[in-house]
């Protein structure tokens, strides 16, 4: 109801556990078990597309999100 009458595509990222364990290791900011945690946040969210974050860089990603964008 909020986006009612916007163009929205809804990007989901994902990657594998061990992956996401080793990025919160890497941000000092943060404190250890979030990731585990957060695993199951979005079950049931629907998205347009999602991506594997371990397989993919953030400027590939980017770039499929900005051509989806465009053919909106």
């Known amino acids: ?3 009612g009458g916007l163009a929205v595509l809804r990007v ?3 990657c594998d556990q061990p992956t996401l364990v080793a990025r ?3 941000r000092h900011a943060r404190w250890g078990g979030l990731a585990a945690a ?3 946040v979005h079950d049931g969210w629907t998205y347009d597309v999602r991506f ?3 397989q993919l ?3 590939a990603i980017a770039r499929q999100v900005t051509e989806r964008l465009w053919a909106m």
């Open 1 to 3: 109801e909020v986006f």
């Open 12 to 14: 989901g990222l994902d």
């Open 38 to 40: 957060s695993m199951s």
């Open 52 to 54: 594997d974050t371990t």
């Open 24 to 26: 919160e290791r890497g």
């Open 57 to 59: 860089s953030a400027s």
